[in-house]
């Protein structure tokens, strides 16, 4: 049997004009509604993450901003940066791009963010708030899997979905998310890891699949059941001489003989990727109704 692709490009699409509508409604209004992205140091991957998210903002009619700082500023510095955007009106959305360099307090950084801007829903009153079953943001990467999964038809409901990754990014709140007695939830949750005794054991039992390690192809075709749903978040880069830009991005799973046991899959790049850049979108507009009283549509 082989798998249907599930084309994240345009179920991205989709949401991205449900936003556009919201923002024209805000725009209407005659206030500036903008997100600003703070980078930290010179990781080239996080340079073109953030340079996609503020061209994802431009197509929407959201401004942006990109504050570039250097890889050996002190947390002292990078706080006094976030709290000049905390304070700033026209901004709706900040987002500290990650990894940061090792001598930042990651969980003092995202602590230092207004929640009510927080729209990456790392701030730790948001992620409580995800996980008590009350959220005032989504938070982007698992909030983009679910509506994958319920947009290609696959509801997650009853199902045993198997993640792989226990990131605050992405493992953990996806598991928050699925857990709820909610739509779009309601699922049999396993988080196995780096500590997980026999992880075959668990990914072979999985009704849905979703891995988020970002380690190159390390989800197998045995590791697979047949028929299952395979969401693959990982993105690495791997040295290809015959790319221009001398490397390929892939994912954690091993596409082809994974593809040909699955029923679904989504490809990396074209998967989760802009779904990942479309919730933001949706987060940040969020932000901007609430911050300006408009009532939640
Ligand atoms: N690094 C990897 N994914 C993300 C994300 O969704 N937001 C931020 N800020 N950093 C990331």
Redesign the pocket.
């Known amino acids: 049997m082989g798998a249907s692709i599930i084309d994240g490009k345009r179920i991205a699409d989709g949401i991205r004009a449900e936003v556009r509508i919201r923002v024209e409604r805000l725009a209407a209004r005659g206030t500036v509604h903008g997100l600003t992205a703070v980078l930290v140091g010179d990781n080239p991957a996080?340079q073109l993450?953030v340079r996609m998210k503020g061209k994802a903002c431009e197509e929407m009619g959201l401004a942006h901003w990109t504050i570039t700082l250097p890889a050996d500023i002190s947390w002292p510095r990078l706080r006094e940066e976030i709290g000049k955007l905390n304070a700033d009106p026209k901004v709706h959305g900040i987002?500290?791009?990650?990894?940061l360099p090792p001598q930042m307090p990651v969980a003092d950084v995202v602590a230092a963010v207004d929640p009510r801007k927080d729209v990456?829903c790392?701030h730790p009153e948001n992620v409580g708030l995800v996980l008590i079953g009350t959220p005032r943001f989504a938070p982007?990467?698992p909030a983009g899997v679910v509506e994958l999964l319920l947009r290609s038809g696959n509801d997650p409901g009853g199902k045993d979905v198997v993640i792989v990754g226990r990131s605050n990014?992405v493992g953990k709140p996806l598991a928050a998310l699925l857990v709820q007695k909610a739509r779009g939830a309601n699922a049999t949750v396993t988080v196995a890891h780096s500590g997980t005794r026999d992880l075959a054991a668990h990914t072979r039992r999985a009704d849905i699949l979703v891995s988020a390690m970002g380690s190159p192809r390390t989800i197998t075709a045995d590791m697979v059941r047949d028929g299952a749903v395979v969401i693959d978040v990982g993105t690495s880069r791997v040295p290809d001489p015959t790319m221009k830009q001398g490397y390929r991005t892939v994912g954690d799973v091993d596409f082809e003989p994974v593809k040909a046991k699955a029923r679904a899959i989504t490809p990396v790049p074209g998967g989760v990727g802009p779904m990942?850049i479309a919730m933001?979108l949706s987060n940040t507009v969020q932000a901007a109704e609430s911050a300006e009283g408009v009532p939640r549509t």
């Open positions: 996080s993450y987002l500290v791009q990650q990894p990456d790392f982007a990467t990014i990942t933001l």
